[in-house]
């Protein structure tokens, strides 16, 4: 039984010809035009992105929320240099972020919407990875290609963990980061996935529970178990609060490097094997099969790499996680299946969804 909280979705296939036809266009175009033509074009980014991260740090989609206004206005609601703000949305408007009209003023479109901090909103994902913190570890990549390691250690002296500890107002944007990135990709996994056939639902490293307080809320038979630090469950009993879904989850604080919640017949992982190596994420893999009910089920949620040229974000994305952490890395779906075979699961079938991310779904064996 599903409730109206799930979202009414266009079907995986439909969205992977629409996507196939744009990478056709896309590669068409390319291989009309000089490679340098192409590639300078590609270069551009380096002045979109950083005047996306200014429009999101001023918060211009808010002023803009009760309609058009010329930069003038913005600036002078904003305390902000109105010809250079004029430049900053004129180049963002080019690229479809805000809409000029022909009165010479700006106004909120599709994309600009994004920046409110309002549902659906990729404002302080923007604001974590376009920030300094992140740009200049991209200044650093150099340092993770030769040395096969993180380049955030390198860079700042301490692990990305370690360092959000320390500068509270980084981790406070980035764990807002991380509320959008969830946000953004709930709708595709409640519509791919049947959780309503599992009693007890284990959420591993679930943070402050806005997945499994989603998936319970929309199956009233499930009971779950929300287990992270001490420190990431910090907010977790307003949230399960807020979906009035408490009286079915027990909020266990823990390390799944030293143990996991036993007795669980589904455990799901989202956005997490991703940040380890083959050894630790086997490590913690072996912990959840010894832990899980005979016959139970394990539930990856990660972007899977494609083969060949097929472009794809988990390539991209691929990038930020070999800079950030040691060892992090996307999988490709051979990888995936080498590395739950190695962990005592058979991997049973990959679900792709509309958006990027993937359902890995496993199976304990014996």
């Known amino acids: 039984m599903k409730s109206k909280t799930v979202q009414k979705l266009p079907p995986a296939w439909l969205i992977r010809s629409i996507n196939s036809f744009r ?13 340098n033509v192409v590639l300078y074009e ?17 918060d211009i989609a808010s002023v803009l929320k009760g309609g058009p206004l010329t930069a003038m206005e913005i600036s002078e609601r904003l305390g902000a240099d109105a010809p250079s703000l004029s430049r900053i949305m004129r180049a963002l408007a080019s690229q479809g972020i805000f809409r000029q009209t022909s009165g010479g003023r700006f106004t909120l479109n599709g994309m600009s919407k994004a920046l409110l901090d309002e ?9 974590h990875h376009l920030g300094p913190v992140n740009w200049n570890l991209m200044s650093n990549l150099e340092y993770a290609v030769r040395n096969g390691t993180d380049a955030f250690t390198d860079k700042y002296g301490k692990g990305i963990y370690e360092f959000l500890r320390d500068h509270p107002e980084e981790y406070a944007l980035f764990d807002k980061s991380m509320s959008n990135l969830s946000d953004l990709g ?28 989603n998936i319970l809320q929309n199956n009233p038979v499930c009971r779950g178990v929300l287990f992270d630090t001490p420190e990431a469950l910090e907010k977790a009993p307003e949230m399960v609060g807020r979906y009035q879904v408490e ?41 959840i099969r010894q832990a899980i009910l005979p016959g139970g089920f394990l539930l990856i949620i990660e972007m899977v790499v494609p083969p060949g040229n097929q472009p794809s974000l988990a390539k991209l994305l691929d990038i930020q996680m070999m800079a950030t952490l040691p060892g992090g890395k996307e999988r490709t779906a051979v990888e995936y299946h080498a590395l739950l075979e190695k962990s005592g699961f058979a991997l049973t079938r990959i679900i792709p969804t509309i958006s990027p991310i993937c359902l890995i779904e496993a199976r304990k064996n014996g």
Do not use: C
């Open 42 to 58: 590609q270069f551009q980014f380096l002045w979109l992105l950083p005047s996306l991260y200014v429009a999101a740090k001023l």
């Open 247 to 287: 009286e079915r989850v027990s909020i266990v604080p823990g390390n799944f490097f030293n143990s996991v919640p036993a007795s669980g017949d589904l455990y799901i992982l989202k956005n997490i094997i991703h940040n380890w190596g083959d050894e630790q994420s086997t490590d913690l893999l072996m912990k």
């Open 23 to 35: 990478t056709f266009l896309v590669q068409l175009n390319r291989k009309l035009f000089p490679g």
């Open 186 to 213: 709930l709708g595709p996994i409640l519509h791919a996935y049947d959780f309503s056939r599992f009693s007890m639902i284990v959420d591993i490293g679930g943070g402050e529970g806005f997945l499994l307080a």
């Open 119 to 127: 549902k659906g909103s990729l404002r302080f994902m923007i604001l």
